[in-house]
């Protein structure tokens, strides 16, 4: 892992995300980007005179004035907590979900990080489409970070199993992009024994991934329980929750566009989402 987004039209006035993304970056020794999209029908690139040089395109008078405005709430929040070379700033305009998914992929992102309360406060249009696209397009992982969040280094994780392929990437993914002292425990919620198949993929887990920091256990209560377990407490288990957006009817029920997101929006722990991609290959 080696670069972190954060959306100016979300997030980027945001002082206590900008703060924990500033301090998790300089941990882990990753570039922070922060992009603000300005929406448009006809997408049309504008940034700063760094990239009007690589692209060839003229930024205008006011999105240079708002790039700066950006900049110096950025700079001006972050003074102390990284250093500004770590620290990329563009502006781009364009239909919100080509411009992003672009962004993402000429700028190899790896993680975006996210307030948790898009999924509870923001109703406009705009936002809206930056939720769908976080948790249903974009394949980058998307952190979750509950309201005034103070930053800690996350060294204890609570990863939830599906049992498909996709939780050996994502495992993997972690185990890679976070400290090899970072504590994993590989969480399968069931009332029932786990069976010889189950069992066999957990030991084909083990042994292809080969971390040793990794610890497989079977709860016996249901996931809305044990986050609850989470909240009602001033120090709680994990300081960092793993899970996939699809398969669990648990997590179709939560982002069925129907529901409220009632439980995610409770969550009070810093949650990275995965997107559940084996039924798409």
């Known amino acids: 892992m080696k670069h972190v987004l954060l959306i100016g039209n979300l997030d980027g006035h945001s002082v206590p995300l900008l703060r924990y993304a500033s301090k998790l970056c300089r941990d882990l020794k990753l570039r922070l980007h922060i992009l603000k999209i300005e929406p448009n029908n006809d997408p049309l690139f504008l940034s700063s005179p760094y990239y009007v040089n690589k692209f060839g395109i003229l930024a205008n008078q006011e999105v240079s004035s708002k790039k700066r405005e950006l900049e110096g709430f950025v700079l001006k929040n972050t003074k102390g907590l990284i250093d500004s070379s770590w620290i990329a700033f563009k502006l781009m305009r364009g239909n919100i979900e080509p411009t992003l998914n672009s962004f993402i992929n000429e700028e190899r992102i790896d993680l975006i990080i ?23 397009i974009a394949e980058v992982p998307t952190l979750l970070i509950p309201e005034n969040h103070s930053y800690e280094p996350i060294e204890k994780l609570a990863y939830f199993l599906t049992f498909e392929q996709d939780d050996y990437d994502n495992i993997q993914w972690i185990s890679n992009s976070f400290p090899k002292s970072t504590h994993i425990d590989i969480i399968h919620f069931s009332t029932r024994q786990d069976t010889v198949d189950q069992q066999k993929w957990i030991k084909y887990l083990k042994a292809e991934i080969g971390i040793t920091n990794a610890f497989y256990e079977r709860k016996e209560e249901v996931i809305e329980d044990f986050i609850r377990k989470q909240v009602d407490t001033l120090d709680p288990d994990y300081n960092c929750l793993g899970l996939t957006t699809h398969k669990r009817n648990f997590w179709q029920r939560i982002f069925d566009p129907s529901t409220v997101l009632d439980l995610l929006t409770k969550i009070e722990t810093p949650t990275l989402v995965f997107k559940y991609t084996s039924d798409r290959k």
């Open 114 to 136: 996210a307030r948790q309360a898009i999924f509870k406060k923001y109703r406009i249009e705009e936002n809206e489409i930056f939720k769908k696209i976080f948790l249903n």
